[in-house]
């Protein structure tokens, strides 16, 4: 007689107070258990390049001072411009450089910042470079 020759021929047992669980369900029981979950997102973080903020010599200063002054006398015109800005990575030190060309709408002197006829906002302080891509009304040298 084997140890459970009493009970294996027993009818299954259907609970009266609980639904029977989906196949589908039961399967997610014995689903693979991922222990290192983000580990890969972790590793692309480390992986992922940012660069410094690059210094401003005082010449590049001067430069960028020069068109802002410029850019606020003729803001009735919208000017269009082209603009090199570092963006600070959230994440880690560094970050990132980016070109943008638009229509200047305002210069906003408290908020530091320049605001394009799209919306677009970039801070003052975040400019590396600004070059005025339309002066067809403008006799000056920028």
């Known amino acids: 007689m084997d140890e459970y020759d009493d009970i294996i021929d027993l009818p299954h047992h259907v609970s009266k107070r609980h639904p029977q669980m989906s196949m589908q369900s039961r399967a997610a029981q ?12 972790g590793y692309e973080e480390v992986r992922r390049i940012v660069e410094p903020k690059r210094i401003l010599t005082e ?6 001072d020069q068109n802002l002054q410029w850019i ?3 803001i009735s015109n919208h000017p269009k411009i082209e603009v090199t800005y570092f963006i600070p990575d959230l994440h880690k030190a ?12 305002w210069i906003d002197q408290k908020k530091k910042e320049i605001i394009f006829m ?10 590396h470079e600004i070059s005025i891509t339309n002066q067809e009304d403008n006799n000056e040298s920028i």
């Open 30 to 41: 014995f689903a693979p258990f991922a222990a290192l979950r983000g580990q890969k997102e």
């Open 59 to 64: 010449a590049q200063k001067e430069q960028i």
């Open 72 to 74: 606020f006398a003729n």
């Open 94 to 105: 560094g970050g990132r450089y980016e070109t943008y060309k638009g229509k200047i709408k």
């Open 118 to 127: 799209d919306n677009k906002r970039i801070m003052i302080k975040n400019l």
